[in-house]
């Protein structure tokens, strides 16, 4: 995914780049990409709107900087949790229960900037960019599925993988919706059942 070069052409004197995206991530994150104007953007990071197309090119570069921003500070929980020893199945349960647990961490930032923000979004490109990323999530959980089951079939192994991508949006969407951890928690757990369960269907039909 290509990223835009960022101008410092027209940039204020003093303009803290890490501080304008940590801004942005905060608006993205709580209203979404199109609850966002570049107007809002301009006046929380203390700029002209002239000066943010200058040092970002547009919203949806800013955003672009944000979700890598996001991801690298807030995404190492995923790779750990799939990198664990253990039966498929613990460590699928352990990903659902431990999403819950990060969703709902921070009462300010509910929920999955990546799995959310684009929701409903009307921006094709915007849309496109949490696409990638959520792809990425995707192919993670069914290399992990891969290396636990090899026998399984392709259609099982992605099946699967679709469902865990399906409960982790869900499990995200009620956390911005102000779930308990406690009942997401839960929900994770009754998720994890239903995967072990499927999964030892499809071992007997490998």
């Not at 469902?163 to 779930?179: D, P």
């Amino acid at each position: 995914m290509a990223t835009k070069k960022i101008s410092k052409r027209g940039r204020p004197r003093g303009f803290d780049l890490d501080n304008a995206i940590a801004i942005a991530l905060d608006l993205f994150h709580r209203k979404g990409y199109d609850g966002v104007g570049v107007a809002e953007l301009s006046k929380s990071i203390g700029i002209t709107a002239p000066s943010l197309y200058s040092a970002f090119g547009n919203k949806r570069s800013l955003f672009e900087q944000v979700l890598k921003q996001y991801v690298k500070a807030n995404g190492g929980w995923l790779p750990a949790v799939l990198s664990e020893e253990g039966q498929l199945a613990e460590v699928i349960t352990h990903l659902f229960v431990r999403a819950a647990e990060v969703y709902t961490t921070d009462s300010e930032h509910c929920g999955c900037l990546v799995m959310d923000a684009t929701r409903n979004c009307g921006d094709e490109e915007a849309k496109a960019l949490t696409a990638g990323f959520q792809q990425a999530t995707w192919q993670l959980i069914c290399d992990r599925i891969t290396a636990g089951e090899p026998k399984l079939s392709n259609y099982q192994t992605e099946t699967l993988s679709h469902y865990a991508m399906t409960i982790l949006m869900g499990l995200s969407s009620r956390a911005r919706e102000g779930l308990s951890a406690a009942s997401l928690i839960e929900i994770a757990t009754i998720a994890g059942e239903g995967f072990s369960q499927r999964l030892q269907q499809y071992r007997e039909n490998s």
